[in-house]
């Protein structure tokens, strides 16, 4: 089945701990994005990606960083210096640049 | 004023009523316009774009879309219980050049 699969589900950090979230994809799309969401809140756009070893700072980005080596895998690192990583992470994907996009199942995060 | 505006609910109707939510967005250059549901505790479901002034429907779905009052409604006709989630409205902002979504408006249906 195609999709997007997003590790792990839920997650707890202590404060000044780095952490991961995966993202992989098998849509064969181009773009790959991770959003935040906080109760009650839209989405907030973190980074995008377009093609490979290229990606772009979102409305958020300080306190993330991502890579793209491969086209179908977009992580997501929370730093320490992120203040208050504690959210619903979401990364989707779309066939071209803010078209339609598709969401994973996403990763919920909480800073103990 | 924020790029994109939704009622911020709750919305509750009754089973087999049409619900009627709407959207509001700031940038006139925008060209493409998107509706999600997400149940509570998961991910956003695309249901229904819309590209042009009008309406577009998809089974019991209507997207309407008019960009001279920058504005766009999705109605969910005969409504259900499980159609109870949380709809954002997502705006692609030509100047913004990325995908802009609303907070949500939450529906219930209630039996």
């Known amino acids: 089945d195609g999709g997007i699969t997003q590790s792990p589900k839920y997650l707890f950090r202590k404060e000044g701990q780095n952490v991961t979230l995966s993202c992989e994809q098998n849509?064969?799309?181009?773009?790959m994005y991770w959003y935040r969401q906080d109760p009650g809140q839209g989405l907030r756009l973190i980074y995008y990606s377009q093609i490979v070893n290229d990606f772009q700072k979102g409305d958020i980005a300080e306190g993330y960083s991502v890579s793209r080596e491969k086209k179908e895998s977009f992580p997501l690192t929370v730093t320490s210096a992120q203040k208050n990583p504690t959210a619903f992470y979401l990364c989707a994907s779309s066939m071209i640049r803010f078209g339609e996009l598709f969401f994973g199942e996403g990763s919920r995060l909480t800073v103990l | 004023q924020k790029e994109v505006e939704q009622n911020s609910g709750p919305l509750s109707v009754p089973e087999g009523a049409i619900a009627s939510l709407n959207c509001t967005y700031s940038d006139r250059g925008s060209q493409s316009f998107f509706w999600y549901r997400q149940y509570s505790g998961k991910s956003p479901e695309l249901i229904m774009s819309i590209y042009s002034n009008g309406d577009k429907e998809d089974g019991r779905f209507t997207a309407q879309l008019n960009k001279a009052s920058q504005y766009v409604s999705l109605l969910i006709r005969d409504s259900q219980p499980s159609d109870s989630a949380t709809y954002l409205c997502?705006?692609?902002?030509?100047?913004?050049?990325?995908?802009?979504f609303g907070s949500g408006t939450q529906l219930t249906v209630l039996p």
């Open positions: 997502a705006v692609n902002s030509g100047s913004a050049r990325q995908l802009t």
């Open positions: 849509l064969n799309h181009d773009a």
